[in-house]
């Protein structure tokens, strides 16, 4: 894979600036960040960068280079889907979408590199999916259009070229696609909630800069290996961020835009932990309200909070963080690189040591049913969560002579300010949506059960012993009807969120969950609450065999589908962690 010089090739071109007819973009638009009081959260407004765009007609978005567009970093590259509607001029617009409406739009290729549109979670056709077989040269233009059938929902896009997933979007390429309908409609009037005000679109994405403030993505080979972590996180484009809140309820979508990082997320005020109450995943709303204190949230998946803030007094301060966790890389043990990798190499390691719920119970293998698989020999030192956290922390930080963001570690993502003014009081209803209830597809028939097992071969990541090859379809579905997937991770692995186009899907099971992630668990078959709506990405732990179900015979797609599995790690994927299924022509036409 020449992922290198095409890496090169993508850094030239956000240097350069290669733009065809662009609308011209203020890089004074945002203010320095101030360090010490946090910078205002960019709130999506009625044009620029993730502004909220209501598709009237065909629009017209253009992959371009938009130096200094990113909040407080004036030189540094960045891409961006350009967009203008009514005179406005957006930058990845956040696109607001009704439940049966005509989507038509063209992408046009302004970058210098190959790349096509994903639309990430949306039903669409696999020829208007974003497949890498139709990634257009620079300079073309593709078209898009799909009816929107999905459940109101927060979707994204991103593009998808093969082997270019991870920079393209890394360097900006991203943002919502959000689906409303009646259902949702109901509950937002209910609730009280605008979006863009109380109902806030939150993009998680992990960064690297430089001195000069400029975003920089090289991995090295074992960064690919085991995901390329940055040193900021940055909230709708900017770090330190405050929302200034009223005393009400808010809803936050949170989407993890990252190559590799994974959240912990949880609420706390005044060093204590504030619930947070779950009220969709991946492919929108859940059944009923389920209260949380904290939720992982993997590359590629979202999920919808309420956070209640009418008893809450004026000054009050809430921090979203990062919770303390095992980040699990395990990997290293079988890559021969030997047992140093979870080491503490400072004293800095043992801040972490013990904290978020790590647990080494979790490495029992009680649950799992995979035979042959044998617990790995490994030195209770190794498995520290400072160690390897710290290990991870230095070996990103020694590739790029200075410090990175460990991604075990404790970290502030989003400070709530609570502003003046009378508290406003909702009820939040026992009823979000009507969800098909689970066991109804538990206990229906599941034609077919198909095991992928993720693991490494040298320093690549297969899927069932596969690497991608575009022209290949080594998965196919002969009949649409419901099938059990199982991804079953290897215990000396890391953490994979597998990612399924073209089809929703609910998870039936967790089986071999690390302690950190049975203790979430809500019912009997191990999973967690942010399994419980529909979902079309899933993180997958070491030593776990995730179930899945799914319906191949909804959507009901016309003629035969080609569609991917991947990881949503983008340096896995990008290298080649991912496969084609396909789905046979329906039966109804
Ligand atoms: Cu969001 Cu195939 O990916
Ligand atoms: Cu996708
Ligand atoms: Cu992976």
Redesign the pocket.
């Known amino acids: 894979m020449s992922a290198l010089t095409r890496r090169e090739f993508l850094k030239q071109a956000a240097l350069t600036g290669l733009a065809l007819s662009l609308p011209s973009w203020p890089a004074t638009a945002w203010s320095l960040p101030k360090k010490n009081g946090g910078n205002p959260l960019p709130l999506p407004g009625p044009s620029g960068l993730y502004g909220l765009l209501a598709p009237e007609g065909r629009l017209t978005l253009t992959a371009a280079p938009a130096q200094g567009a990113l909040p407080g970093r004036p030189g540094s590259p960045f891409l961006a889907y350009h967009a203008t509607q009514n005179g406005a001029v957006f930058l990845n617009p956040i696109l607001r979408l009704q439940r049966g409406q005509d989507f038509q739009a063209e992408m046009v290729n302004s970058l210098t590199e190959p790349t096509i549109i994903h639309w990430h979670g949306v039903d669409t056709d696999w020829r208007q999916s974003g497949h890498p077989l139709l990634a257009v040269p620079p300079g073309e233009r593709f078209p898009i259009r799909f009816p929107v059938t999905n459940r109101a929902g927060t979707y994204w896009y991103h593009p998808h070229p093969h082997g270019l997933t991870g920079p393209q979007t890394y360097f900006g390429l991203a943002s919502f696609f959000l689906v409303e309908d009646e259902e949702e409609r109901a509950l937002a009037q209910d609730l009280g909630l605008e979006l863009g005000l109380t109902d806030i679109p939150l993009l998680l994405q992990d960064k690297r800069f430089d001195a000069k403030g400029h975003l920089v993505y090289a991995p090295s080979a074992e960064e690919k290996f085991m995901g390329s972590l940055g040193d900021t996180v940055l909230v709708n484009g900017l770090d330190q961020a405050v929302l200034t809140a009223s005393r009400r309820l808010y809803r936050l979508r949170l989407l993890n835009g990252s190559t590799a990082r994974i959240f912990h997320l949880e609420l706390t005020s005044q060093g204590q932990p504030q619930p947070m109450v779950l009220m969709g995943t991946d492919a929108g709303l859940i059944g009923s309200p389920v209260s949380m204190e904290r939720f992982f949230l993997a590359p590629g998946e979202r999920v919808e909070i309420l956070v209640d803030l009418s008893r809450a007094k004026e000054g009050q301060e809430f921090v979203l963080a990062n919770r303390p966790f095992d980040p699990m890389h395990q990997e290293m043990d079988m890559a021969g690189h030997g047992g140093g990798h979870g080491e503490a190499k400072s004293p800095a390691a043992a801040g972490h040591a013990g904290m978020g719920g790590m647990d080494m119970s979790g490495m029992k293998m009680d649950g799992m049913d995979m035979p042959g698989m044998k617990m790995p020999n490994m030195k209770k030192d190794d498995m520290k969560m400072g160690g390897h956290d710290n290990a991870q922390g230095d070996a990103h930080g020694d590739a790029h002579g200075q410090g990175g963001l460990a991604e075990g570690a404790a970290y502030p993502l989003l400070r709530i300010q609570v502003g003046p003014g009378p508290a406003q009081v909702r009820k939040i209803p026992a009823i979000f949506s009507s969800l098909p209830d689970l066991s109804a597809i538990q206990t229906g028939s599941l034609a077919n059960t198909r095991d992928f097992t993720l693991a490494a071969r040298g320093q690549e990541?297969t899927i069932s012993g596969l690497t991608y090859a575009m022209h290949e379809t080594p998965v196919r579905v002969e009949a649409r009807e419901p099938e059990r997937w199982r991804f079953v991770n290897q215990v000396r692995s890391m953490p994979?969120p597998m990612h399924v186009h073209g089809y929703p899907f609910r998870v039936l099971s967790r089986q071999g969950s690390p302690a950190q992630v049975k203790g979430l668990a809500v019912n009997p078959s191990g999973i967690l609450p942010t399994d419980l709506g529909f979902k079309d990405t899933v993180l997958v732990w070491p030593g776990e065999t995730v179930s899945l179900a799914l319906d191949f015979s909804t959507p009901d797609y016309a003629g035969e589908q080609t569609f991917l599995m991947h990881?949503h790690?983008l340096e896995?994927e990008d290298q080649g962690?991912m496969l084609n299924f396909t789905v046979a022509e329906g039966t109804k036409s």
Do not use: G, I, S
Request: charged share 0%; net charge neutral; with cysteine.
């Open positions: 990541w994979h990881c790690n896995h962690m």
